[in-house]
């Protein structure tokens, strides 16, 4: 719904991020609750993930193309937000929870959820922000 006063591109960076912090919040839960559900648990963070990039790409007065490649939103992103190599390292491990973990278990993560909640949470604390305050 399209708040009074607020552009179209405003309704999407809201929409993205209440869809990008429930996905948070669905990990977060899963990691409390399931632990062991760990391809879920990545998945829904690369999916807070992309949707935190898709945001700051609409604020950026950039498309936010269908693709789940979060190394490849953020090389989109990278001319208004500056991301490290550790941030490249983090999309690029996240990005597989998207398409491939989702069809195979994998008994021997090479990650902990405790790292890949750190890796999301590197873009979650440099995008929301910037996000929220295109919202006021």
């Known amino acids: 719904m399209l708040m009074p006063n607020r552009t179209p591109a405003q309704a999407q960076v809201d929409t993205l991020l209440r869809v990008a912090d429930r996905d948070w919040e669905a990990a977060l839960s899963l990691m409390q609750y399931a632990p062991h559900l760990y391809e879920g648990i990545g998945f829904h963070l690369q ?3 992309e949707k935190y990039l898709k945001a700051a ?3 950026s007065g950039q498309p936010a193309p269908f693709i789940h490649d979060l190394a490849s ?6 001319p208004h937000v500056a991301f490290d190599a550790d941030d490249v390292s983090a999309a690029i491990v996240l990005t597989v929870f998207a398409v491939r973990l989702r069809y195979t278990l994998d008994n021997a993560p090479p ?3 405790t790292d890949l909640s750190a890796m999301a949470e590197r873009f979650r604390t440099k995008l929301r922000p910037l996000a929220q305050a295109f919202l006021v």
């Open 57 to 59: 790409l609409h604020v």
């Open 73 to 78: 939103l953020a090389t989109d992103l990278a």
């Open 47 to 49: 999916q807070a993930t």
């Open 111 to 113: 990650y902990s959820i």
